[in-house]
């Protein structure tokens, strides 16, 4: 079962960014679609972005259009979240996922797709 680590998140004010990655015990990257979802407390989780296999498409939250930019880099097994013009809406507990069963192309940003969960990295904005 491949395993997935989050790292990167902390506390910034409004306006600041943050780099999340997420580091896959194998490589994952050729074969699965790979996502970021955050939470906030009393929230449902939510779908923030998507990157399809191959790493050539990937597909965002209407909320962090222009703002946040998924990528991936394969020699490092390692996913990535960049975050710029943070809002204090976008505070919550950010998860790396993985759909290996390939239902995330019918609904790339359904957390119920996504099978392998990382624990998680909490990220707080400021105003």
């Known amino acids: 079962q491949v395993q997935l680590v989050e790292s990167g998140g902390g506390s910034v004010q409004a306006g600041g960014s943050l780099r999340l990655s997420c580091t896959a015990s194998?490589?994952?990257?050729?074969?699965?679609?790979m996502a970021w979802f955050r939470q906030a407390p009393g929230k449902e989780r939510e779908g923030v972005a998507v990157i399809y296999p191959g790493g050539g498409r990937a597909d965002y939250f209407d909320s962090v259009k222009g703002r946040f930019t998924i990528s991936q880099d394969n020699a490092k097994n390692t996913l990535y979240l960049q975050m710029n013009s943070l809002k204090p809406e976008d505070t919550a507990m950010y998860y790396c996922a993985a759909d290996s069963r390939g239902g995330c192309y019918y609904t790339p940003l359904k957390s119920a797709i996504y099978n392998i969960w990382g624990q998680g990295t909490q990220v707080t904005v400021s105003s």
């Open positions: 194998e490589y994952t990257f050729s074969r699965y679609c």
